[in-house]
């Protein structure tokens, strides 16, 4: 079952949102808030499936960022921002606090775009979740290097702390899971929200390398194969 939590302070689009988030599943609860308190409060004691969250919630502009960072202290629900402000300059940001996707308002009334981005979380969550579990059952049986907590999320590497964030950490997993064999680009732009192309995926391929070398691991583990994509390498 999917939980979802709607947050938005307009009662017709909170609605809307709503409905489009029942049209996802068969089997999807959701949880609607106007306000940030309230919503902190449930995203503390629940491990939301997904949090639609708006950036502004009167009286607070800005509302929609505690929120986002009280979620990154609490079951890192991932979180999709449906918001009014300026995307040249929200969206970067949005992108630098680990939020999956950034749309516009208004929302079509067909939902389309937003079904599209809500389905994709889900979908890549789901099978990171399985991901996790078979690579820990695997980790355990022949001692792997690299381990993602189940509880907690935190990923390290021979026992020591990567400081690595969500998409980075997607992307390793992957090519780790699969290491010795190549994994292509288009493999890989199924982790980011948004610039689904070889230039984005490298550069979240050097913050790969980076938190490896700063625990002193050697970067050339991660290899980028030239037009194709990236391996891993013992």
């Not at 969250?53 to 009286?59: M, R, S």
């Not at 090519?175 to 980011?192: A, H, N, P, Q, W």
């Amino acid at each position: 079952m999917y939980k979802i939590a709607v947050v938005e302070d307009s009662e017709a689009v909170n609605n809307a949102l709503a409905e489009f988030c029942r049209k996802l599943s068969h089997d999807v609860e959701v949880d609607q808030f106007f306000g940030r308190e309230t919503a902190e409060a449930a995203i503390k004691k629940n491990n939301y499936s997904l949090i639609v969250l708006d950036v502004e919630l009167p009286p607070e502009k800005n509302a929609g960022i505690g929120i986002i960072n009280t979620n990154s202290q609490c079951y890192k629900s991932p979180v999709i921002v449906v918001s009014g402000l300026d995307s040249s300059v929200y969206r970067s940001i949005m992108y630098q606090l680990d939020v999956w996707d950034f749309l516009e308002k208004p929302i079509a009334p067909d939902g389309q775009m937003f079904l599209a981005a809500a389905m994709k979380v889900l979908r890549i969550t789901a099978d990171s979740t399985e991901e996790q579990v078979e690579q820990v059952e695997f980790d355990q049986m022949l001692e792997e290097s690299f381990i993602i907590d189940q509880d907690t999320g935190k990923a390290s590497y021979k026992g020591m702390p990567l400081n690595i964030p969500q998409t980075a950490k997607l992307i390793l997993q992957k090519i780790y899971k699969s290491r010795g064999d190549l994994v292509t680009y288009e493999e890989l732009y199924d982790f980011v929200g948004s610039g689904k192309n070889r230039e984005t995926i490298r550069q979240h391929v050097k913050t790969v390398r980076d938190a490896l070398k700063d625990v002193g691991v050697s970067e050339a583990h991660v290899e980028v194969i030239r037009m194709k994509g990236v391996r891993w390498q013992d």
